[in-house]
């Protein structure tokens, strides 16, 4: 059993900053990708940034120069620095994980976290 828990959400004024996290538990041999989805109402959840093992990183233009992922392996951690924050950057924030186990590789969600920036 993999899980992914975020955290860090909540809400903040435009302009303002908040961090999200999200930890890997359960049987992991090794980690791949690990993303940064999110999902406004009405609308479809989009890939907000991708980081891998490695450390390459990719960003959604909306948020580049703004947003920062970056990723602890040590502690199978992922985390997004969100910085100058709008109003459109509200969503529900998904973590997801390509998660390599014993037998088997698989992607992973975590449950999600509301991010809400008012004007």
């Known amino acids: 059993q993999v899980q992914l828990v975020e955290s860090g959400g909540g809400l903040v004024q435009a302009g303002g900053s908040l961090r999200l996290s999200c930890a890997a538990s359960g049987s992991i041999f090794s980690i791949v990708t690990m993303s940064w989805y999110r999902q406004a109402p009405g609308r479809q959840r989009e890939l907000v940034a991708t980081?891998?093992?490695?450390?390459?990183?990719y960003y959604v233009d909306s948020v580049k120069g703004r947003f920062t992922i970056s990723r602890n392996n040590a502690k199978n951690t992922l985390y997004l620095q969100m910085n100058s924050l709008k109003p459109e950057d509200t969503a529900v924030y998904y973590c997801?994980?390509?998660?390599?186990?014993?037998?088997?590789?698989?992607?992973?969600w975590g449950q999600g976290t509301q991010v809400t920036v008012s004007s």
């Open positions: 997801n994980a390509r998660i390599v186990q014993t037998t088997h590789a698989g992607d992973y």
């Open positions: 980081i891998t093992s490695g450390g390459t990183t």
